[in-house]
Nanobody, 115 residues
Framework: VQLQASGGGLVQAGGSLRLSCAAS????????MAWYRQSPGKQRELVAA???????SYADAVKGRFTISGDNAKKMVHLQMNNLKPEDTAVYYC??????????WGQGTLVTVSS
């Protein structure tokens, strides 16, 4: 199983980016698709998650600005990020969980927000 994340880059504060993550391999049944981020010197933190039933959850810092959308059939998950702030600068990782115990991570994509 491999996850390929894309869409990161440099953007000015107030701008938008859309991250995408495509999975390959057998990952059925998907239970959760999520995005995490890690800033220098900080622990990896959950940004947003979506269950196979469509329930979503967000970190307080991104509520109202970020939107996660998953497509289990296509094995893809996106993160639309609007009104970006310098504190959103981080490496963003996608994560997919399937079955009972299986999980995989993408390689990370860097998002840099300039002030």
């Amino acid at each position: 199983v491999q996850l390929q994340a894309s869409g990161g880059g440099l953007v000015q504060a107030g701008g938008s980016l859309r991250l995408s993550c495509a999975a390959s391999g057998s990952i059925y049944p998907i239970t959760t698709m999520a995005w995490y981020r890690q800033s220098p010197g900080k622990q990896r933190e959950l940004v947003a998650a979506e269950t196979s039933g469509g329930s979503t959850s967000y970190a307080d810092a991104v509520k109202g600005r970020f939107t996660i959308s998953g497509d289990n059939a296509k094995k893809m998950v996106h993160l639309q990020m609007n009104n970006l702030k310098p504190e959103d600068t981080a490496v963003y990782y996608c994560n997919v969980r399937w079955g009972i115990y299986s999980s995989a991570w993408g390689q990370g994509t860097l998002v840099t927000v300039s002030s």
